[in-house]
C-alpha cells in the first residue's frame, strides 16, 4: 500500500511555456502532500506544502506566482511551473502523508530548453 | 529550526559486509521522527526505516538498522550484508510529530553508497 505517482516521469519544453506535474496517492487520501526539488547530486528542499481546499504554504524563497500548486482532491495535488526557464530544469519530486510516513512519487525531470 | 547533517558523501563497502552510514540532527523540538530513504539512480524515495524520538528501542527492518542515540542526537543507519542493489544516494531526514510544520521532512546531504562486489 501507500503507492504515488507522477505524471510526466520526464518533460522538455521551450523557454516560456508552462508545465503542469500531477502528483497521485493511488491507495489511500492524503490531505497533505509535499513538493519538493532536487538538482543533482544534492539533498530535497522542500518548495511548498500542499493542503487539500487550502491555498498551499510556500518555504522561503519559493516564488507562489512562478509554483502554482493546486491540491484539489484527497488523492491529487498539482505543480504548475509557469514561465519556465533553463534554471527551473530540475528533478520535482512529491510526497504524500499517511500517518507519521511521508510517501514519494517518482520524480519528474523538467528540462527548458 | 530542524538541521540534519551527513558528514560522509561518499562510502564504498565490500559486498556481504555491514556498513555504518553516519546522521546527526539538531531540533529543539521534543517530539520528532528520524527517517531514513534511499535513492538508486532512477531517483525514486524508497522508504527504509523510522524512528519515533520516544521509541526506546532501536528500529530495525530486515537489513537495516537505525543506531538511535538520543543524547548524542545522532541517528546511524546500519545496513548488514550488503548486497549490489545497495549502491544508491542515502539520505537521512526528520520531521516535527506536531504542530502546524507536522510532516515536513528536513533532509540530509545524502551519502552515496558503493558497494563492490
Known amino acids: 500500500g501507500a503507492v504515488v505517482s507522477q505524471h510526466p516521469s520526464w518533460v522538455i519544453c521551450k523557454s516560456g511555456t508552462s508545465v503542469k506535474i500531477e502528483c497521485r496517492s493511488l491507495d489511500f487520501q492524503a490531505t497533505t502532500m509535499f513538493w519538493y526539488r532536487q538538482f543533482p547530486k544534492q539533498s530535497l528542499m522542500l518548495m511548498a506544502t500542499?493542503?487539500?481546499?487550502?491555498?498551499?504554504?510556500?518555504e522561503q524563497g519559493v516564488e507562489k506566482d512562478k509554483f502554482l500548486i493546486n491540491h484539489a482532491s484527497l488523492t491529487l495535488s498539482t505543480l504548475t511551473v509557469t514561465s519556465a526557464h533553463p534554471e527551473d530544469s530540475s528533478f520535482y519530486i512529491c510526497s504524500a502523508q499517511r500517518g507519521l510516513g511521508q510517501y514519494f512519487g517518482p520524480g519528474t525531470r523538467l528540462t527548458v530548453l | 529550526a530542524q538541521k540534519i547533517t551527513q558528514t560522509q558523501p561518499g562510502m564504498f563497502v565490500q559486498e556481504k559486509e555491514a556498513v555504518t552510514l553516519d546522521c546527526t540532527y539538531d531540533?529543539?523540538?521534543?517530539?520528532?521522527?528520524l527517517f531514513w530513504y534511499k535513492q538508486p539512480s532512477s531517483g525514486e524515495m524508497i522508504f527504509l526505516i523510522y524512528?519515533?524520538?520516544?521509541?526506546?528501542q532501536n528500529a530495525t527492518e530486515g537489513r537495516y538498522s537505525l543506531n538511535f542515540q538520543k543524547a548524542r542526537k545522532s541517528a546511524n543507519l546500519v545496513i548488514s550484508a550488503s548486497q549490489l542493489g545497495d549502491s544508491a544516494m542515502y539520505f537521512c531526514?526528520?520531521?516535527?510529530?506536531?504542530?502546524?510544520?507536522?510532516?515536513?521532512?528536513?533532509f540530509g546531504q545524502g551519502t552515496i553508497l558503493t558497494v563492490h562486489p
Open positions: 500542499s493542503n487539500e481546499g487550502s491555498k498551499a504554504t510556500y
Open positions: 531540533t529543539s523540538d521534543q517530539s520528532y521522527g
Open positions: 531526514a526528520m520531521s516535527r510529530a506536531g504542530g502546524t510544520s507536522y510532516g515536513k521532512l528536513t
Open positions: 524512528q519515533g524520538s520516544y521509541d526506546e
